[in-house]
DNA sequence: ACCTGAACACCGTTCAAGT
DNA sequence: ACCTGAACACCGTTCAAGT
């Protein structure tokens, strides 16, 4: 309406077609964007977006593109300090963005701050004494936990910690009392977490520190600091060798 | 036409709608299984499954739970191998499924095999002496890895091993070639694994593993074989507290 | 009890115009 | 160079009928 009536206040670009499509689907979800909805953000027809992107694939490769240049790159002489803040860092861009934890890995044109940001974390574990082999089993499975945790904590039926117990109990409350009694374990889960609550972030990091924590263990130069004693000799020659629990 | 010809087949029903919509997506992926391209599975007209499910939502209910049921539950008495075999047969339900795993965890209303799994999953870790906390921390590690890996596997564009290096090379070729200098790292991962190629069972493997070594660590009688002599005492009071290496 | 047909309010996208 | 309008081939789903 009053875009119609004054002068169109700005003239579309693609950037700005990227940005606006971004925070409508940060409003309206995922399934709220749509060429005719992001349009209408412009007071414009559908077609007019298509001089600006080719299509809607085009679209999303351009908004996972702004994601990835929210995301801060790993730097700083620790290996172990960089990669755990840009984990948090993609935790936190997935949380304003979590439409997009899905299309990060899976783009078939990747855009400069995807390429940029890959190129950045290759650089800093390869930079810290990985072998090519071990940086992409670290990569791997650093990413794998960050984007399972956001899938899950993106869709999982509660938000707030408050509100865990109270989701959870009403899943069960819909089976009858018997079959409640039949998963123990769930019920566990239900009274506990009604009771103290589940903590995003908290839970994230100790996983994150895990997996930072076996990740050290694959470095070649690697010494398990727990098993030499405290006074430690220059050289403990096999010292990584030692059996491990059975299992 | 001949389901129009004979008399009908079969009449339907809900697990038959369920079963052929897996089917159905597993063939053609999520975006070729719409309501018509269901019905017309079965010769009949869209509406006639609405019969047998209450919408669209309500058959994606039940299409998880059919996943589900195909995961293996834990079992045996060793904690760790029942944890890595039910991982290995989730992502093994997740490669035949593939249009599943966004799913997995964000159904409102779980069916049987969901709550069945997720009882006995949270059983095998509770009888293994982990504290409730700790269970979480353990279950929400290993499945966010878990769900990752297969977002990641189910949506990078090369498939096989032979493909993996070809395809990241098309996706730097398609950016001059000055561009493909100023990623080193990334002309690195071109080069190394169109040289030996990337095999998604054992990258899995690994990172599954180095998740279990850490999960192992949390319980509470947990003993550092590589901190103890290996003739080791009935008791090493506080060698778990040996500071570990800074960071 | 189960299936059908027509219709409604949506999609992304093409093509031919308009300014 | 940029935006418009009408149209096409799709969606999920409602409603009123058929057998």
Redesign the pocket.
Known sequence: MTQ?ETQ?RT???RDLVLSTAVALADRTGFE????????QE??????????????????LDGMVDIVFSEVAVPSGPDWKTAMRERSISMRQALVRHRWAVGFMESRMRPGPANLRHHNAVMACLRQAGFSFRTTVHAYSTLDSYTYGFLLQEKTLPFDTAEESGEVAAQKLAMQPAEMAAQFPYLIEVVMELGMSGYDYDVEFRVGLDLILDGIEKLRPDWVDAASVSASVPESVPGVGDVATTAD
């Open positions: 119609q169109r003239r579309l670009n709220g964007l749509t060429m005719r909805t992001l349009a412009f007071g414009v027809v559908p077609m007019a977006l298509y001089k600006h992107v080719a299509n809607k694939e085009d679209l």
